[in-house]
C-alpha cells in the first residue's frame, strides 16, 4: 500500500508541477488562486487518512461467490455485491458506455459505481438511472460542431476553460441530483492542485462532483472546495479500483480504458550524439546566415503547403501537456491494477481515439462492447 502511496504521490506532484508551468506559459501567471474557479459548496467530501491512504473495507470472506450460469443472467442469483471502477480517458472514456451495456447483457447487478474523470461523468449518469441506450444515443448523437462548443475557450488565471458550458451540458444529465439518493452507491475522485491528496466525493450534489472528477489541469478552471481546488482525480487516482473496494465491493471490476501505446516492462537502450554540438557555439555570422537561411525555407515550404516530417517536428505544447498526463495516467493504472488486483479488468483497446474525439462516440462504444463480451465470455 505504501509503495503505490508513495509512487502516486510522486507522479501526482510531477503532473502538478508540469500543469502549473504550462499554466504560467500560456497565460503568463502562476498562482491558481488569483483564478475564478467554480466554488463546490453542496458536495461533502471525505479525504484519505493522515498518511494520504484509503482504508480498505475488507470483504467477507465468508461468502461464497457464486455465478449463475457463467454469464449473470439471473439476477436473484448474484449473492454478493458488484462494485465496477471506471477509470478517465476523456473520450477515450465513452468505451465505459459499451462496456456498461455489456455488463447489463451479461445479466450483472452493478451495486457500486467509483469513477475518475470521464469515467466518473459516465458513471454517475448510469448511478442515477439513465438507461444504457439513453447515454449511446446521446454519445452517438454529438458531433464534432457539439462537442467543440463544450471547450469555447473563457480565459482566466486557472484555466482556458471556465467550464460553464461543461456544466450546463452536465445538468442535462444530472439536474439538482445528490449523490447519497442515487440508487446505485457512487463516488467521485479528484485530487488537490496544490497538494496531489486524493478527495473521494461520495455526498452532495452530483453535478459538482463530477465537475471537479473532470477538470483537466489548464484546460478547465479548478472546482473550489472550502480552501482547496480540485482537479481532475485521474491524476492521482485513474482506475478507482481502491475506493469501489471501500465501499463495499465484494467482487470489483476495472474498466481502464487509458493506452499509451507501449507495455510497462518495454524499454530500449540508445545512444545520444550532439550532433549539433558546432552550431551550438556562440553566434557567429556563420551561424547566423544559418538560422536565417533555415528559416526563410521553412517558410518557403509553408507556403507550398508541403507537409514536414512529423516524426522529424518537435511536439506542440498541447501535444506535451496532453501527452504528459495521458503517459502518466496509463503508468499509474497499471500499478493500481497490478497492486489493487481487481477480480476482473477490461480493458477496451481505444488507441484509436483521440483523447477530444468526443464525435467518435459510436466507435468508442462499439470498442468497449465487443473487448467487454469477450472477458466476460471467460466466466463461462
Not at 494520504?52 to 475488507?58: L, M, P
Amino acid at each position: 500500500m505504501r509503495l503505490l502511496h508513495s509512487i502516486r504521490k510522486g507522479f501526482g506532484m510531477k503532473l502538478i508541477c508540469l500543469s502549473l508551468v504550462f499554466l504560467s506559459a500560456i497565460l503568463f501567471v502562476g498562482d491558481v488562486s488569483n483564478g475564478t474557479p467554480t466554488s463546490l459548496t453542496s458536495s461533502e467530501i471525505y479525504a484519505s487518512d493522515e498518511n494520504d491512504k484509503i482504508i480498505f473495507a475488507e470483504p467477507d470472506s465468508s461468502v461464497e461467490l457464486s455465478f449463475p450460469g457463467g454469464f449473470f443472467h439471473d439476477q436473484g442469483g448474484q449473492n454478493f455485491k458488484v462494485g465496477v471502477a471506471l477509470s478517465g480517458g476523456a473520450a477515450k472514456g465513452l468505451a465505459h458506455i459499451g462496456v456498461l451495456k455489456a455488463l447489463e447483457e451479461a445479466g450483472i447487478r452493478i451495486d457500486y459505481i467509483a469513477g475518475s474523470s470521464m469515467g466518473a461523468l459516465i458513471g454517475a449518469a448510469y448511478a442515477s438511472g439513465i438507461p444504457v441506450d439513453t447515454l449511446e444515443k446521446i454519445a452517438v448523437d454529438i458531433d464534432w460542431k457539439t462537442a467543440a462548443k463544450l471547450f469555447i475557450p473563457r480565459f482566466s488565471t486557472s484555466g482556458l476553460i471556465d467550464g460553464k458550458r461543461v456544466k450546463e451540458f452536465l445538468y442535462t444529465f444530472y439536474g439538482d441530483k445528490k449523490i447519497e439518493d442515487l440508487p446505485i452507491p457512487f463516488a467521485a475522485t479528484a485530487a488537490d492542485i496544490s497538494s496531489g491528496k486524493l478527495y473521494v466525493i461520495n455526498k452532495g450534489s452530483l453535478l459538482e462532483a463530477v465537475r471537479a472528477s473532470i477538470s483537466i489541469p489548464i484546460v478547465f478552471t479548478p472546482v473550489k472546495h472550502k480552501d482547496i481546488f480540485l482537479v481532475d482525480g485521474g491524476l492521482v487516482d485513474p482506475v478507482p479500483i481502491d475506493v469501489v473496494r471501500e465501499m463495499g465491493a465484494d467482487f470489483v471490476i476495472a474498466v481502464h480504458v487509458i493506452h499509451a501505446g507501449f507495455s510497462l516492462e518495454e524499454k530500449e537502450y540508445i545512444e545520444i550524439i550532439n550532433s549539433d554540438r558546432e552550431k551550438k557555439k556562440l553566434p557567429t555570422l556563420e551561424n547566423l546566415s544559418r538560422q536565417i537561411a533555415e528559416y526563410l525555407n521553412k517558410a518557403e515550404d509553408k507556403v507550398k503547403d508541403t507537409k514536414p516530417d512529423e516524426k522529424s517536428e518537435s511536439p506542440k505544447i498541447t501535444q506535451i501537456s496532453q501527452n504528459t498526463l495521458r503517459i502518466a495516467q496509463y503508468v499509474i493504472a497499471n500499478l493500481q491494477i497490478e497492486l489493487y488486483k481487481p477480480d476482473l479488468v477490461i480493458e477496451p483497446d481505444t488507441r484509436s481515439i483521440s483523447q477530444y474525439e468526443f464525435y467518435r462516440g459510436k466507435d468508442a462504444i462499439e470498442i468497449g462492447y465487443k473487448e467487454a463480451m469477450k472477458v466476460l465470455s471467460t466466466l463461462k
